[in-house]
């Protein structure tokens, strides 16, 4: 595919965007700047008709792709059938879609749901505080945009800040000390950053959180249907108390999990979750046909293969350039990390308007849905986008390719993307298995 400049219809689709609804920082500088308009498995087209494959899966909302003929039947019979919605939270799909959640994921003993992430994430921690008594709550990772997080992230939270929660930055050393000082807790919640820190990372935190009498939540929103069968915590050996789930639940469909020991999960009694989506069934229609999808494990295993050869073909076109950057990890939902910021951006642009979606300091997690031939021309693209990229910023080639440089980068990103310490990354970094 050819480098293409933006269309007038396009041009002037982002106009409106802007006026009405378009965040600048983050709908455009953070996100693609298209106004796009249908897709189709890993297809996309913006309102002026221009083609692109994605490689986010939606941000990992659509494992399967757009539109996975499958999930799309099962919601169009649910929603002629029943209504799509009741007067009462409790359907028969709601009740088994927890039951097929309690199989797949032994920890979820009940499960409440939501409609996103952040929702989940939320109605976890205050199940959390009313279930120990206790206010304290330490985190690692993005939760979503709800107050109680966003406090740790400077200017983006709001000024007055909550008090109860406070972040670990993955260092479990400070942990140590924010429980100690700040003790009781409640939980620590942590968002898994499998790219950075291995499962021996986990367990040794789980550990920790179990010296202190903390209840542990896995935030597996991300991970829980795209790391591995049974989640992250299932392939790390964690035993967590609550786990929260969203991403690729139901293939697009919003919806989302808090789930987990029923112990814990019955403090719901003493507060209230209560949402009135939860009267929507086709979500639980499209979650359960995503399951189903999903339960032989060959989709699972599609997207990683399409992920591993992503992570060579795009090793190998930095490889050639001599530059400083470096593709790795977990093959379904792998990191790209430059040395210089400015030219990962840059590259991102030059992939974009070569047609391939995939943004710089977000996850690329490939759908099940990617094509052999698609796969093929973004590798052959990357050679060319890199070459403009590196005349675009004037930067030449950086020599690359000792881990001490990595690990530099690495250290740096993981500071800058979700706060993790120096010490940690330089700890724990070299122990994740790269392909």
């Known amino acids: 595919m050819s480098t293409r400049p933006l269309v007038p219809g396009h041009a002037d689709a982002l106009e409106r965007a802007r006026r009405v609804t378009a965040s600048e920082k983050w709908d455009l500088d953070r996100r693609f700047p ?26 990992g909302a659509a494992p399967l792709g757009s539109g996975h003929r499958p999930v799309l039947e099962r919601v169009m019979t649910e929603l002629s059938r029943s209504g799509g919605i009741l007067p009462g939270p409790l359907s028969a799909l709601r009740v088994e879609l927890a039951e097929r959640l309690a199989s797949l994921f032994p920890v ?48 983006m939270g709001p000024p007055n800040r909550d008090p109860d929660s406070l972040d670990f930055r993955y260092d479990l050393d400070l942990l ?25 990372y986990a367990r040794a935190l789980q550990d920790a959180v179990r010296r202190h009498g903390a209840l542990l939540i896995v935030d597996e929103v991300m991970t829980g249907l795209r790391y591995a069968t049974g989640g992250y915590h299932t392939a790390a050996g964690l035993t967590p108390d609550l786990i929260t789930l969203s991403k690729g639940l139901a293939n697009g469909t919003a919806l989302s999990a808090v789930a987990g020991r029923a112990a814990v999960m019955n403090a719901v009694e003493d507060t209230y979750l209560g949402n009135t989506y939860q009267r929507e069934v086709t979500p639980f229609a499209a979650a359960l046909a995503t399951l189903e999808a999903l339960a032989d494990g060959t989709a699972l295993a599609r997207m990683h293969e399409v992920g591993a050869q992503l992570i060579h073909g795009l090793n190998s076109a930095f490889a050639h350039h001599s530059t400083a950057a470096w593709a790795f ?58 070459a403009a990229a590196l005349a675009e910023t004037g930067t030449g080639d950086m020599q690359a390719g000792r881990d001490g440089e990595l690990l530099a980068a690495a250290t740096e990103f993981a500071r800058e993307r979700f706060l993790a310490t120096p010490d940690t990354v330089k700890t724990w970094f070299r122990r994740v298995e790269r392909p």
């Open 176 to 200: 140590d000390a924010l429980a100690t000082t700040h003790g009781p807790v409640a939980a620590v919640i942590v968002t898994p950053e499998v790219n950075f820190f291995p499962q021996e």
């Open 34 to 59: 298209l106004v796009l308009d249908r897709a189709s498995g890993a297809e996309v087209w913006d309102v002026a008709g221009n083609r692109y494959v994605d490689f986010t899966s939606c941000s």
């Open 329 to 386: 990890a977990h093959p379904t939902m792998f990191d790209v990390v430059f040395a210089d910021a400015r030219l990962g951006q840059a590259f991102c642009r030059q992939m974009w308007s070569r047609g391939f979606l995939m943004q710089y300091g977000g996850r690329l997690m490939p759908s099940a849905a990617t094509a052999d031939a698609d796969l093929d021309a973004a590798v052959k693209a990357a050679d060319d986008a890199l």
């Open 108 to 155: 979820a003993e009940r499960s409440f749901f939501f409609r996103t992430g952040s929702c989940a994430t939320t109605a976890a921690v205050r199940l959390a505080r009313v279930h120990s008594g206790a206010r304290t709550v330490l985190t690692s990772g993005y939760h979503g945009w709800h107050d109680w997080h966003l406090q740790d992230r400077g200017p």
